[in-house]
C-alpha cells in the first residue's frame, strides 16, 4: 500500500518518460525518468526501472549521467564553481571571478567531442551558463552584465572573457578560423562542433536535438455571450480558427496563440428602429501557461480581444481552460477585463464557452 502511495504520488508531481541512468560502476539501466522541464540545472532525478526496481532519487553524487530518449537529452554529473556577480548591486571595479561556492549537479550535455564538449548549466535565475570541457578540465565560459560606477555615473557593462576563452581554446586546430560566435547556444554548438571537426580523428560524437518551436492549428466551436450595446446575442453559435505556438523545453508549459472566430446573425443596434443584423468577427492574440503535469491540465492566459468594425470595445483580461493532452481544450473566455478602467465598461463579462481541437503541424 506504502509503495502504490509513492507510485501515484511520484506520477502526480511529473510526466514519466521513457530514459535510463548510468550508474558510477558504469552499468546502464533503462527505466522512466520524471521529466520535470528544468528551469533550473537539477540535482536529483526521479527513475522508475523497467526490472520492477523501485523509484527512486538519485543525486548528481549518486549516478554519473541520465538521459531522456523522446528528446534525445542528455545530462551529466558535474562539479561546478558558482560565480556570486549580480545585477542588483553597482560594482567599482570588475566583479572577481573567483568562485565563492561549488555544487554538483546535472549539466545539459550541448555538444560532446573527443576534443571538447559543451555543457549548460540554468541557475535559479533561469539564466545560461556554458562550460566547456578540453582534456577532463571543465571551464565555465564567463560573460556577464554588470553595473559599474564611474564618476558618481553608472553603467552596464559586459564581461565578455569567453571570446579569449575560446581563441585559447582553438589554438591547436589548425586552419580553424571560426569567427567567435554570440554567447547563445546555437552559435556556441556550431563553434564547438566545428572545431572538433578540425580534427579528422576526433569527430564530435553528440550533440543535443535542437530545441524547436511546436505549432498547431487551433479548430473551435463555441457560444458567445458577451451582450454589450450595441450588440445584442445571447448563446449565439461561434467558430474559429487559430495557431498556437508552444515553446520548448523548460518553457514548454507556456503558449502563444492568434485565433479569429466569426459568430453570424448576431443584432446590432441601439433600438428595434436600428437593429441590423451582421456577423461579428472577433481577433485575439493570447500568452499563456499550462499548469502542472500530466494528461488533464488547467490553463490561463492573458488576451487582447478586438472586434472588426468597432462593435464594442476592446477586451485586455483573462482567459483560462482545462486541456486533455493539449489537445482537446474547453476554454473560458474574455471573462476578466482590465480595458474596463479605460472604457468605464463592466470589468465582468459574459464569457464566451468553446472547444478547441489542436492539430500538430510539425509531425
Do not use: C
Request: aromatic letters at 14%; zero cysteines; charged letters at 25%.
Amino acid at each position: 500500500m506504502a509503495g502504490l502511495a509513492q507510485q501515484t504520488n511520484l506520477l502526480a508531481q511529473g510526466k514519466l518518460v521513457d530514459g535510463y541512468i548510468i550508474t558510477n560502476q558504469n552499468d546502464t539501466i533503462r527505466g522512466l525518468i520524471k521529466d520535470e522541464g528544468w528551469k533550473e540545472s537539477p540535482r536529483l532525478v526521479h527513475f522508475k526501472g523497467l526490472a520492477g526496481i523501485l523509484k527512486q532519487k538519485f543525486s548528481a553524487a549518486d549516478i554519473k549521467e541520465f538521459s531522456i530518449l523522446s528528446t534525445k537529452e542528455i545530462y551529466k554529473s558535474k562539479k561546478i564553481g558558482l560565480l556570486d556577480i549580480t545585477l542588483t548591486r553597482a560594482y567599482t571595479t570588475v566583479p572577481s571571478m573567483e568562485t565563492k561556492d561549488s555544487v554538483q549537479l546535472f549539466l545539459q550535455e550541448i555538444v560532446a567531442g573527443k576534443k571538447a564538449s559543451l555543457y549548460l548549466y540554468l541557475d535559479a535565475l533561469e539564466r545560461f551558463h556554458y562550460f566547456v570541457e578540453k582534456e577532463n578540465l571543465l571551464k565555465e565560459l564567463y560573460n556577464y552584465p554588470f553595473h559599474k560606477k564611474i564618476d558618481n555615473k553608472t553603467y552596464l557593462l559586459i564581461y565578455d572573457e569567453y571570446k579569449n576563452q575560446l581563441t585559447q581554446l582553438s589554438k591547436d586546430a589548425n586552419g580553424f578560423n571560426d569567427t567567435i560566435p554570440l554567447y547563445q547556444e546555437t552559435y556556441l554548438k556550431r563553434y564547438i562542433e566545428r572545431y572538433n571537426r578540425s580534427f579528422p580523428d576526433k569527430r564530435e560524437i553528440y550533440k543535443a536535438k535542437d530545441k524547436k518551436l511546436i505549432y498547431d492549428l487551433d479548430i473551435n466551436i463555441g457560444l458567445e455571450n458577451w451582450n454589450e450595446r450595441p450588440v445584442i446575442l445571447d448563446n449565439e453559435l461561434t467558430y474559429g480558427i487559430g495557431l498556437r505556438i508552444n515553446f520548448p523545453r523548460k518553457f514548454q508549459n507556456r503558449y502563444l496563440k492568434m485565433s479569429f472566430f466569426l459568430t453570424p446573425n448576431v443584432l446590432i443596434g441601439y433600438d428595434q428602429n436600428s437593429y441590423r443584423k451582421t456577423s461579428l468577427k472577433t481577433f485575439e492574440i493570447a500568452v499563456g501557461s499550462h499548469i502542472g503535469a500530466g494528461k488533464v491540465r488547467p490553463y490561463l492566459g492573458f488576451i487582447y480581444s478586438g472586434i472588426y468594425g468597432g462593435y464594442r470595445e476592446d477586451f485586455l483580461g483573462f482567459q483560462a481552460g482545462i486541456s486533455y493532452k493539449r489537445r482537446i481544450n474547453l476554454e473560458i473566455g474574455h471573462f476578466a477585463n482590465f480595458y474596463s478602467v479605460v472604457t468605464e465598461t463592466s470589468f465582468l463579462t459574459a464569457p464566451r464557452i468553446s472547444l478547441h481541437y489542436m492539430i500538430n503541424l510539425n509531425q
